[in-house]
């Protein structure tokens, strides 16, 4: 199967872009990117779900339960050896075995992509420090009582995933004093979703744990844009009101990939009087991206 089966291609004032219906065919055309330069490209995404599942989990799973496969683990790395990005076949084989959330590993661990940042709405701890790590153990061993370490602050170090997958951790809308943080919260902050001051808060987070295996920043080595439009919950988050630290991360990008994801779009919407698909989303950030090149 011909990879551009799982892809629309469009190229704009000489950017690739490539949109998929489900996330988990970018794959196919990360693995098309991957064999245009001679390194492996990072991932910054943009989306609503974490998307760090290990690939094959559900398919092995489901081997393992119907009795024909013994090892679930072992069948599952086995999946994952056989992805050659230079193979169509074999990419083809994976887009057909993977499931929700599992592209991203499927892309790391076979070497179509180098480290992988996720900016995302559903994990405000995501991938723990070192520190947080070591809070945490220490609140378990000494419970009931107080910890003995002290609640760790920014900034954190962060050890390398084997998996080089990183969900970029955040607290709230930048400037929200409320607590506990609440469902209004949650519609601030997603509105900001491509908002500079957000961005920009989520590149430097990155970037303590970028820093922590030698890559300065985010922006310091090449890098795929990809973006689910379920990270767009209101009319609002597709209009920053100012898209400048967005624009460059678009202007920037070896390419741009984007999940259409139309049932999700619909599932995360939090504007009932004001409802947008995922084709009025798509459409919107097509503007972004003609204005941003
Ligand atoms: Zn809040």
Redesign the pocket.
């Known amino acids: 199967m011909p990879l551009n089966t799982f892809f629309k291609h469009n190229v704009i004032k000489g950017k690739d872009i490539y949109v998929v219906d489900d996330h988990h065919k970018a794959l196919a055309a990360w693995a098309l990117v991957r064999r245009s330069v001679d390194f492996m490209p990072n991932l910054i995404t943009i989306d609503h779900h974490t998307d760090t599942h290990e690939a094959f989990l559900r398919h092995a799973h489901w081997e393992a339960y119907n009795g024909r496969v013994k090892d679930q683990g072992k069948f599952r790395l086995g999946l994952v050896a056989r992805i050659d990005w230079r193979s169509d076949a074999s990419i083809a084989v994976a887009i057909g075995n993977l499931q929700h959330d599992e592209h991203i590993d499927a892309a790391t661990c076979s070497g179509a992509l180098g480290d992988a940042f996720c900016i995302q709405l559903s994990d405000s701890w995501a991938t723990p420090s070192v520190e947080q790590l070591a809070f945490e153990k220490s609140m378990a061993e000494n419970w009931p009582n107080p910890p003995t370490i002290t609640k760790p602050q920014r900034p954190m170090t962060y050890q390398p995933a084997a998996n080089r997958i990183y969900a970029l951790p955040f607290d709230?809308?930048i400037g929200?004093r409320?607590k506990p943080?609440?469902d209004d919260?949650l519609i601030?902050?997603s509105d900001e979703i491509i908002e500079t001051r957000y961005l920009n808060d989520q590149i430097m987070r990155a970037s303590e744990i970028s820093r922590c295996f030698g890559l300065p920043d985010l922006e310091a080595a090449p890098y795929i844009l990809d973006i689910d439009l379920d990270a767009f919950h209101t009319r609002r988050a597709i209009n920053p009101e100012d898209p400048s630290t967005f624009y460059r991360l678009i202007k920037n990008a070896v390419a741009i990939t984007i999940a259409t994801e139309a049932e999700c779009v619909e599932d995360e919407w939090l504007d009932d009087e004001d409802q947008m698909n995922s084709d009025d989303l798509l459409q919107e950030l097509i503007g972004h991206i003609n204005k941003a090149l």
Do not use: D, T
């Open positions: 709230c809308f929200c409320a943080h609440n919260c601030r902050q």
